[in-house]
């Protein structure tokens, strides 16, 4: 049985075999810890505007691999995939299942060839099934998943399960009695949990001569890119990430200096720990130049509930403070840092939604501007209905945190993990109460 590192290192030659490229130097470093992660070598250094990976288009994997050069659609230019091993999902399937699913179905395929896959150099570097409860809260088992009630992530996770249970059996019903021995419940979840944590949104990759000839909007699904997603997290991290559509090459660049036995990060983009917790399976922890804690919170029923993009946070410290880096990136206008203390931190967007409901039908019209609302230079008794209505939705909150307290010790790393997640949770709380007293 092939190591980690002889497994890393055919990845590495399959990507070459195209065109790729990990730089030389960078290697690829795992531990227990990290995983796989890129590093710099030993008397090497990596600068501005250096690749990182340069990965061909033809190694990526999603759905335009299962409709590519099907019958019934358009052909793409994405590389060839044997289609002796890899049969066509019915035309049925394909044209009434949503991509982003009939993409993690072309997964499962994959994953059920084995060597016999194109990706398999890939496939094989992944976590695997069986591996996966403990690497996604949605897949953990259910004791784990309790240590998570009273937060947010507690009830996205029922929300994510539910949806992966519905997906899954409208999907299996459209496909022939054959494959449903194999295209199993827990292996569509694995082939979920791989989208999920390792993914790229098409419409950041893609030539613009391949999105425009989809039979979907482009980013409908998403696209797994080998060896460039070894690269792990930090919001911090500069990079760029660029296509040559001549070459039909995909390249993530540094964008800063990096010395010698450094970890070179990519950067995932602007998420709170619960994005993180709930995508990725880690959370960030604070310290005194960057906090990644916030609360996320609704302020109405909505159809897609675990969509978390979708709501307001509240914040451990000020929202302007520059260690909230997530949370300055969420302001809706630069005019809400002059706010009044006890709104610092709260994102703009929920004051606002919250004055638009309270003076709604009102002799008071919704003709306040935002930097108004913010500075509080609206009428009193609304004033007061804001703060009075966040501080009893936070209080309530914090008390479903407090009372949904474990019953026993932490035994494990998943929920070792979410002690030390609920414990900021409570601290983002207390904060945002203590903000709102001042008001």
Same mark, same amino acid.
């Given at each position: 049985m092939?190591?980690?590192?002889?497994r890393?290192?055919?990845l590495?030659?399959?990507?070459?075999?195209?065109?790729?490229?990990?730089n030389?130097?960078?290697?690829?470093?795992?531990?227990?810890l990290?995983k796989?992660?890129?590093r710099?070598?030993?008397?090497?250094?990596?600068?501005v505007?250096?690749?990182?990976?340069?990965l061909?288009?033809?190694?990526?994997?999603?759905y335009?691999n299962?409709?590519?050069?099907?019958?019934?659609?358009?052909?793409?230019?994405l590389?060839?995939?044997?289609?002796?091993?890899?049969?066509?999902?019915?035309?049925?399937?394909?044209k009434?299942t949503?991509?982003?699913?009939a993409?993690?179905?072309?997964?499962?395929?994959?994953?059920l060839?084995?060597?016999?896959?194109?990706?398999?150099?890939?496939?094989?570097?992944?976590?695997?099934?069986?591996?996966?409860?403990?690497?996604?809260?949605a897949?953990?088992?259910?004791?784990?998943?309790?240590?998570?009630?009273?937060?947010?992530a507690?009830?996205?996770i029922?929300d994510i399960?539910s949806?992966?249970?519905?997906?899954?059996?409208?999907?299996i019903?459209?496909?022939?009695e054959?494959y449903?021995?194999e295209?199993?419940?827990?292996?569509?979840?694995?082939?979920?949990?791989?989208?999920?944590?390792r993914?790229?949104?098409?419409?950041?990759?893609? !030539?613009?001569?391949?999105? #425009? =000839? @989809?039979?979907?909007?482009?980013?409908?699904? +998403?696209?797994l890119?080998?060896?460039?997603?070894?690269?792990?997290?930090s919001?911090?991290?500069?990079?760029?990430?660029?296509t040559?559509?001549?070459a039909?090459?995909?390249?993530?660049?540094?964008?800063?200096?990096?010395?010698?036995?450094?970890?070179?990060?990519?950067?995932?983009?602007?998420?709170?720990?619960?994005?993180?917790?709930?995508g990725?399976?880690?959370?960030i922890?604070?310290?005194?130049?960057?906090?990644n804690?916030?609360?996320?919170?609704q302020?109405k029923?909505?159809p897609?509930?675990g969509?978390?993009?979708?709501?307001?946070v509240v914040?451990?410290? !000020?929202m302007?403070?520059? #260690? =909230? @880096?997530?949370?300055?990136?969420?302001?809706l +206008?630069?005019?809400?840092?002059?706010?009044?203390?006890?709104?610092?931190h709260?994102?703009?967007?929920?004051?606002?939604?919250?004055?638009?409901?309270?003076?709604?039908?009102e002799?008071e019209?919704?003709?306040?501007?935002?930097?108004e609302?913010?500075?509080?230079?609206?009428?009193?008794?609304?004033?007061?209905?804001?703060?009075d209505?966040?501080?009893?939705?936070l209080?309530?909150?914090?008390?479903?945190?407090?009372?949904?307290?474990?019953?026993?010790?932490?035994t494990n790393?998943?929920?070792q993990?979410v002690?030390h997640?609920?414990?900021?949770c409570?601290?983002?709380?207390?904060?945002?109460?203590? =903000? @709102?007293?001042?008001?």
């Amino acid at each position: 049985m092939a190591t980690v590192a002889e497994r890393y290192d055919a990845l590495l030659r399959w990507v070459e075999d195209d065109g790729g490229s990990l730089n030389t130097a960078i290697e690829i470093y795992y531990d227990d810890l990290t995983k796989a992660s890129f590093r710099v070598k030993d008397s090497c250094s990596l600068g501005v505007d250096d690749p990182i990976v340069t990965l061909p288009l033809s190694k990526s994997l999603s759905y335009i691999n299962a409709i590519d050069n099907h019958p019934d659609f358009a052909s793409f230019s994405l590389g060839d995939v044997n289609r002796e091993d890899t049969p066509y999902f019915p035309t049925e399937f394909l044209k009434t299942t949503p991509p982003h699913i009939a993409g993690r179905f072309f997964l499962m395929q994959q994953h059920l060839l084995g060597s016999k896959s194109k990706w398999w150099p890939y496939i094989r570097t992944l976590p695997q099934p069986e591996h996966m409860g403990s690497i996604l809260p949605a897949m953990w088992p259910s004791d784990d998943i309790d240590f998570l009630k009273g937060t947010n992530a507690f009830s996205a996770i029922q929300d994510i399960k539910s949806t992966l249970k519905k997906e899954y059996k409208r999907a299996i019903k459209l496909l022939p009695e054959s494959y449903h021995s194999e295209y199993t419940r827990p292996l569509y979840y694995w082939a979920y949990g791989i989208f999920t944590s390792r993914s790229f949104r098409p419409s950041l990759i893609l !030539p613009s001569q391949t999105s #425009s =000839s @989809l039979p979907c909007d482009v980013d409908d699904f +998403s696209v797994l890119l080998p060896l460039y997603d070894i690269g792990n997290h930090s919001p911090l991290a500069k990079i760029a990430w660029t296509t040559d559509e001549q070459a039909q090459l995909c390249i993530l660049r540094c964008r800063q200096t990096y010395s010698n036995g450094e970890q070179v990060f990519n950067n995932y983009g602007m998420k709170t720990n619960v994005e993180l917790l709930l995508g990725y399976g880690f959370v960030i922890p604070e310290d005194d130049s960057f906090h990644n804690d916030y609360i996320h919170i609704q302020t109405k029923a909505d159809p897609e509930a675990g969509d978390l993009a979708a709501t307001h946070v509240v914040s451990l410290r !000020p929202m302007t403070h520059q #260690s =909230s @880096l997530v949370g300055r990136s969420r302001l809706l +206008s630069a005019d809400s840092l002059g706010c009044l203390p006890c709104f610092s931190h709260i994102q703009d967007t929920l004051i606002l939604a919250l004055y638009e409901t309270i003076t709604k039908g009102e002799s008071e019209t919704n003709n306040a501007s935002l930097s108004e609302i913010m500075r509080g230079e609206i009428a009193d008794d609304v004033l007061r209905k804001i703060i009075d209505s966040l501080g009893s939705k936070l209080s309530i909150d914090l008390e479903d945190l407090e009372m949904s307290e474990p019953e026993y010790e932490a035994t494990n790393r998943n929920q070792q993990l979410v002690v030390h997640y609920r414990e900021q949770c409570g601290k983002v709380l207390e904060n945002v109460l203590r =903000s @709102l007293m001042t008001g």
